[in-house]
Nanobody
Framework: QVALEESGGGSVQAGGSLRVSCVFS????????MGWFRQAPGKEREFVAA???????TYYADSVKGRFTISRDNAKTVYLQMNSLKPEDTAVYYC?????????????????WGQGTQVTVSS
C-alpha cells in the first residue's frame, strides 16, 4: 500500500539543530496530512507537529513551539527542522500520514506510520 520513510536523525549536542525528513510513497493521491510524533524511552508517544495539505496550516506541541518548524514541499515529503535542541528532545521521531486533511495532534487520526528515526541530544 503506502510507505513512510524517515531520515535525518542522529546525535547532536544541546543547542544544535537537526532536520528530519519523511517521504511518503505508494499512492498517487497527493492530498495527505502529515505529522511528526516522538517517543522517548519509558514514555508514551507524543505529538510534535503536524501540517495540513490543503492549507499548509500547522500545529505544534507546546514543548517544541518556537524551536521546531514543520514544512512540506509540493511532493509527498515533510520536514521537521529542529533548532535549539534540548536533551529532553531525545526520542524516536515518527512520521505519520492520513489521506484526509487536518492537521491533527491526535495520533488516532493517522493511518500510516513510518518506523522512526532516532534523535539523540547530548547535554
Amino acid at each position: 500500500q503506502v510507505a513512510l520513510e524517515e531520515s535525518g536523525g542522529g546525535s547532536v549536542q544541546a543547542g544544535g539543530s537537526l532536520r528530519v525528513s519523511c517521504v511518503f510513497s505508494g499512492s498517487t493521491i497527493s492530498r495527505y496530512t502529515m505529522g511528526w510524533f516522538r517517543q522517548a524511552p519509558g514514555k508514551e508517544r507524543e505529538f510534535v507537529a503536524a501540517i495540513s495539505w490543503r492549507s499548509a496550516s500547522t500545529y505544534y506541541a507546546d514543548s517544541v513551539k518556537g524551536r521546531f518548524t514543520i514544512s512540506r514541499d509540493n511532493a509527498k515529503t515533510v520536514y521537521l527542522q529542529m533548532n535549539s535542541l534540548k536533551p529532553e528532545d531525545t526520542a524516536v521521531y515518527y512520521c505519520a500520514a492520513n489521506e484526509n486533511f487536518g492537521p491533527s495532534s491526535n495520533e488516532l487520526f493517522y493511518k500510516y506510520w513510518g518506523q522512526g528515526t532516532q534523535v539523540t541530544v547530548s547535554s
